[in-house]
C-alpha cells in the first residue's frame, strides 16, 4: 500500500513494522520516523488506528486467558534463537511444538492389533 506521495520513510516499510510500532519493539527513533509518517500519511495513520483498534479488541476478548508455563517458555526460548539468528533448521522439539508426534506414535501403538499367542490345540 502506498498513497502515492513521497516521505522520508516508505509507506511499505511502515506498513511491514506496524506491529513492532504497536508493540514498542522498536528504538526510539525509528518511533519518531514511524509518527512523522502517520502525521502526513492519512491511508498508513488510517491502518495504523484499525490495528491498534484491533489489538484493543483482542486484548479486551482474550487478555484473560492463562497460557500454560511450558508453552510460554517454548515460545519464549524460540523468540530468543530467532532474534539470534540462529534459526537455521529446526530441531525436532521446536518443527514439533505441542509434541503431537510423540503423541501420535503413542496413540497409534495403543490402537495397533496386539500379536495374539498362537492357541495350543487340544488333541
Do not use: N, W
Not at 486484548?59 to 510460554?72: A, E, I, N, S, W
Not at 518443527?95 to 492357541?119: F, I, M, V, W
Amino acid at each position: 500500500m502506498s498513497c502515492g506521495e513521497p516521505h522520508e520513510t516508505d509507506c511499505s516499510e511502515v506498513l511491514d513494522h506496524l506491529y513492532e510500532y504497536l508493540d514498542r519493539e522498536m528504538p526510539d527513533s525509528d518511533c519518531e520516523k514511524f509518527q512523522e509518517h502517520f502525521d502526513e500519511c492519512s491511508p498508513c495513520f488510517e491502518k495504523y488506528g484499525l490495528e491498534q483498534e484491533v489489538k484493543k479488541l483482542v486484548k479486551r476478548c482474550c487478555g484473560q486467558d492463562d497460557v500454560p508455563t511450558d508453552l510460554r517458555a517454548k515460545v519464549m526460548s524460540r523468540i530468543d534463537v530467532i532474534r539470534a539468528g540462529q534459526a537455521g533448521e529446526p530441531s525436532a522439539e521446536s518443527s514439533d511444538p505441542a509434541g503431537t508426534k510423540g503423541a501420535k506414535s503413542a496413540r497409534h501403538a495403543q490402537s495397533a492389533p496386539q500379536a495374539s499367542e498362537p492357541e495350543a490345540s487340544g488333541a
